[in-house]
């Protein structure tokens, strides 16, 4: 199977890659960038991302524009649902991605992270598989969520401390 892996950061991507590998996939990641916030933090993680995927031979998909206005006007007034709303953006472009490519299906590296909401990556994942005529890979990877954590650190690779947005950045950062 050839299969488009939306990957949000290098040290969630050690785990999944190495699981679709084993499973014999043909893997190639995708990183998408609009909801990344600030600029600087986007770059942190995409020079990160590319060191560790020119490491171990992941072909990869860069955006090179930065849509941050796009990504929050699409979130404003939708701020508790936010996280569909950004999972659905960026599940979006990596089917578009992954049919324009001929890839068969495609997935995300957010169904390793034990914070992410696997149902609602699951739901949102199969019904733009439907819409655009691509499967959607569902996996698991939270199973080497330590290993994972444990890998990033021993090729010291930077670890980002929120998921990306403006408001996971506050969530982390901001004590009332």
Not at 157 to 170: D, V
Request: aromatic share 16%; hydrophobic share 30%; with cysteine.
């Amino acid at each position: 199977m050839k299969l488009l892996l939306h990957t949000c950061c290098a040290p969630c991507s050690i785990y999944p890659v190495q699981v679709l590998r084993q499973m014999s996939i043909d893997v190639m990641g995708f990183f998408y960038r609009y909801n990344i916030h600030p600029f600087q933090e986007c770059l942190k993680r995409e020079d990160t991302l590319k060191e560790y995927t020119d490491s171990i031979g992941l072909k990869m998909i860069y955006q090179h524009d930065y849509k941050i206005e796009e990504f929050i006007q699409s979130i404003v007034f939708r701020e508790t649902d936010r996280c569909r709303v950004c999972y659905h953006d960026r599940l979006l472009q990596t089917a578009i991605f992954a049919k324009k490519g001929n890839f068969e299906a495609f997935s995300t590296t957010l169904l390793y992270s034990r914070f992410q909401n696997h149902e609602g990556i699951r739901e949102t994942g199969e019904a733009i598989a439907t819409k655009y005529g691509i499967q959607f890979f569902y996996h698991d990877f939270r199973e080497g969520w330590k290993f994972g954590i444990e890998e990033s650190k021993r090729l010291n690779l930077y670890r980002q401390q929120y998921c990306g947005c403006i408001y996971s950045e506050k969530d982390r950062y901001y004590k009332k």
